[in-house]
């Protein structure tokens, strides 16, 4: 006896299930809280790169949610910060000088264009090329941010008194000179 299929209906094929991801088979709520007393934790916490990066995970969450209310993140943040120190940059000067894909600055600065913070201009040295500056939205915007980019800095900071900011913030200075150079 010979059984036809029709055209479109397969067999299923023996072999395994495809796997489901492990973060789908773990709900959150199952996981207990993390012990920073746990030998591990304290291995990781003994590591000042691991730390530095956590921290730096940490601080970027909260001034994103700051600045969520603007449209705009910490990379544009940073942009407008930069541009304020000079009177215009290349956008291959800001790939370079802010650590940023190329492509990612044509993005950010298109964005900033949109709201008006920032213009792209012929350059002075050479009318080929085109210069990012700062707008005064874009001025406005910065100091109406100074405020809040204390708050979170404080948030952050909140365990340390005064000097032990200012001592910090001059080591992170020098690491930062001699490794994001």
Not at 59 to 71: D, H
Not at 125 to 134: A, M, N, P, Q, W
Not at 138 to 163: C, Q, S, W, Y
Request: charged share 25%; hydrophobic share 35%; aromatic share 6%.
């Amino acid at each position: 006896m010979c059984v036809t299929l029709a055209p479109n209906h397969r067999t299923p094929r023996p072999g395994p299930r495809p796997r489901e991801p492990a973060i789908a088979r773990q709900p959150h709520a199952a996981n207990p809280p993390i012990d920073a007393h746990e030998p591990w934790m304290r291995g990781l916490h003994a590591d000042t790169g691991y730390l530095m990066y956590r921290l730096g995970l940490r601080s970027g969450q909260l001034f994103n949610t700051f600045l969520q209310e603007s449209g705009l993140r910490l990379r544009h943040y940073a942009l407008l910060r930069f541009l304020a120190t000079s009177e215009g940059a290349l956008q291959r000067e800001l790939s370079t000088r802010l650590g940023y894909d190329p492509s990612a600055i044509v993005g950010l600065v298109d964005d900033l264009e949109k709201l008006g913070f920032a213009e792209r201009r012929p350059s002075p040295d050479d009318r080929r090329s085109r210069i990012v500056v700062l707008t005064q939205d874009g001025r406005g915007f910065l100091r109406d941010t100074d405020e809040a980019g204390l708050r979170v800095t404080n948030e952050l900071l909140a365990p340390l008194d005064a000097t032990e900011r200012e001592t910090l913030h001059t080591l992170l200075q020098r690491v930062a000179e001699d490794g994001l150079t």
